[in-house]
């Protein structure tokens, strides 16, 4: 790695007599870049295989989900029956998003949580996550999404065939074309990203609040609502979807879903594609910075 | 190799008395007072030693380890290993450094221990032949062959603690921080524990900075002994010299066959040059035997003219009253 990086911002300047004098370099040799990234994928392979491990909490998580489900389909049944304005959004889509929504929980929904990450903030383990070469953010972020893909990997497949074989109006849509389809998987992905970043953000906090479910619920009742998982984005009125698109949750759940259910079209995917990019730089950037922040006035828990 | 110049921390720590009205109150206006962990610590380590870190809970131990591992940063003062500073140049330095938290698992709870290894191998980017030879040398001095396979969660503390040891020493290090490597172990896992540590210090040539409550450890693997209160600085010498500064004392027990002039001959012993009778009773006598004024064998000589002796044995003053008397002597 480079050492160079991090000196300019250290804090005790009664070392910067000592900044130039470069320490010995043993193992340059090895440490370039295209190495350099192996390290975060097994950290995601490790995490993966592990949390693959939980068959049982996945055939619960499978039947709550379908629950939940059947209960949000028979409400928005019995509102547009009974609905007399034209509703911006078909039944069918509907129940197509709310399938969607359960299939891929674990890619949209902020409360999923790594506790052990929590532990090792509030335990003061860190410090042997602090002592590895490497970038403590690349870490976190890499078993963050394992964990994620290893839930919906389990979930997502029993969920789908079921509901796409289920009766009308409880059937789920295959996707509206070919064409969406793909732009739903790079889009359902990139706001896999998307979610893990902002998830990100909850974690680093718990540096300063040490309390990771004061964290978790102040990002989970915001970013949940603001990601049409409450009420679907697009039932709500002009005016708050024009808000909810301000923010990056809604880029993480509901655009996604929407495009596969031909709501949006191939041109507003495309454009909508450009800014879960935008927004995954961004929100990577600005987390790796107050990561870097919180780090350098971490106090390790417990002696 | 390891230099620390003056090296200072300090916490705030918040703090409330008890009640309910105090808890609350402490909702408004907190009262912090700041903990000076460390205030001025200096020392310089070579290559190749073990070095005893002691002191008692609380003194700063820890928080030195945590230092010269790159973890937390001083309020000041300066510290260079093997020319980097730890916490500025955390990501390069810490290739170098091995650290076993006793207290702490850095090992997958629920994955085989192999899968840990792997990770770490891909962490430390350790080639695949210096790997495979580390893991081998490791497997077979520490006994692990059975273990490696089995997820950690199912792994004895002694086990686990021979896998943590050898996990932070697959990537080579120059230097081992050991905090508490044998906290809770019992005898067979800690005489394992610190004869793997004499082994690798002796063939690998890795220094060893190890702190610990227990005095045997210091006694059987460090030759130097730093010792901390209160974040500051006590002693910083050789295990013997301390020893001969302390432990001119011998202890002698004495087991005896009872006889008819016995309470003539016991008066007698009481009154031998040099000696302190710590006990006298039941065919048992425990004598302390200062060796500045008399010596071992004078004494034995004596004690057997005036009584039957059955068995003797002798035992320096353990290395734990040495260290409660260094406690006492700085006012701990």
């Known amino acids: 790695m480079n050492t160079g990086k991090e000196k300019p911002q250290s804090a005790q300047s009664s070392q910067v007599q000592h900044a130039n004098d470069g320490p010995p370099r043993t193992h340059t040799a090895i440490n370039r870049p295209p190495r350099n990234l192996k390290r975060y994928v097994s950290v995601f392979r490790i995490r993966l295989t592990y949390s693959l491990q939980y068959r049982t909490a996945a055939l619960a998580g499978v039947a709550t989900q379908f629950f939940w489900g059947f209960v949000l389909i028979m409400v928005y049944t019995a509102f547009y029956s009974a609905s007399s304005s034209d509703p911006s959004i078909s039944l069918p889509q509907l129940v197509t998003y709310v399938w969607l929504q359960q299939s891929f929980l674990a890619f949209v929904m902020l409360w999923f949580r790594d506790d052990e990450l929590f532990r090792l903030i509030t335990t003061g383990n860190i410090a042997y996550e602090l002592c590895r070469p490497g970038d403590l953010y690349g870490f976190w972020y890499a078993k963050l999404l394992a964990q994620r893909m290893a839930s919906a990997l389990l979930r997502c497949f029993p969920i789908m065939i079921v509901a796409s074989l289920l009766p009308q109006p409880y059937r789920m849509m295959l996707p509206a074309s070919l064409v969406s389809a793909g732009l739903f998987i790079i889009a359902l992905l990139l706001g896999l990203l998307v979610l893990v970043a902002i998830s990100m953000f909850i974690y680093i906090s718990v540096f300063y609040t040490m309390s990771p479910y004061g964290s978790l619920l102040m990002f989970t009742v915001i970013g949940e609502f603001l990601a049409g998982l409450i009420i679907p984005v697009p039932l709500m009125p002009d005016w708050l979807q024009d808000i909810v698109y301000l923010f990056p949750f809604g880029w993480t759940a509901d655009f996604p879903f929407r495009v596969y259910a031909g709501h949006f079209g191939h041109t507003e995917a495309l454009f909508g594609i450009m800014s879960q990019l935008i927004w995954l730089v961004a929100l990577v950037t600005l987390g790796r910075q107050a990561m870097k922040k919180a780090l350098r006035r971490v106090v390790v828990q417990g002696g | ?332």
């Open chain 2, 1 to 332: 190799m390891i230099e620390l110049h003056h090296i200072s921390k300090s916490f705030k720590v918040a703090r409330r008395s008890s009640g309910i009205a105090n808890a609350f109150k402490s909702l408004f206006s907190r009262e912090y007072t700041t903990v000076q962990a460390l205030d001025d610590i200096s020392f310089t380590i070579k290559s190749g030693e073990i070095v005893g870190y002691i002191g008692p809970n609380g003194a700063g131990k820890s928080t030195t380890i945590k230092i010269m591992s790159g973890i937390l940063v001083p309020d000041g003062g300066e510290c260079r290993i093997m020319g980097y500073t730890p916490w500025r140049d955390r990501a390069t330095y810490v290739r170098h450094i091995g650290v076993v938290f006793g207290q702490r698992t850095q090992l997958w709870w629920d994955v085989p221990v192999i899968d840990s290894f792997e990770l770490l191998r891909d962490i430390y980017k350790v080639p695949p032949q210096e790997y495979r030879r580390n893991l081998e040398h490791l497997t077979e001095t520490l006994e692990l062959s059975n273990l490696l396979r089995t997820p950690v969660r199912q792994l004895s503390l002694g086990q686990r603690m021979r896998c943590e040891i050898a996990a932070s020493l697959l990537h080579n290090p120059d230097i081992l921080f050991l905090d508490e490597p044998t906290i809770g172990l019992d005898a067979v896992s800690k005489l394992a524990v610190r004869q793997f540590i004499r082994t690798i210090n002796e063939e690998r040539g890795v220094t060893v900075i190890l702190t610990t409550h227990d005095m045997h450890d210091i006694e059987a693997l460090a030759n130097r002994i730093i010792m901390i209160g209160r974040g500051k600085l006590l002693v910083d010498g050789k295990l013997s010299d301390l020893r001969s500064r302390f432990g001119s004392q011998k202890t002698i027990t004495i087991d005896f066959r009872s006889s008819q002039d016995e309470p003539a001959s016991v008066a007698s012993v009481r009154e031998l040059p040099g000696i302190q009778v710590l006990s006298m009773a039941n065919e048992r006598a425990v004598l302390l035997v200062d060796t500045d004024q008399t010596n071992i064998s004078d004494v034995l000589g004596q004690v057997s003219n005036l009584l039957e002796v059955v068995d003797v044995s002798i035992t320096s003053q353990p290395i734990e009253e040495i260290v409660l008397n260094l406690y006492k002597e700085h006012q701990l």
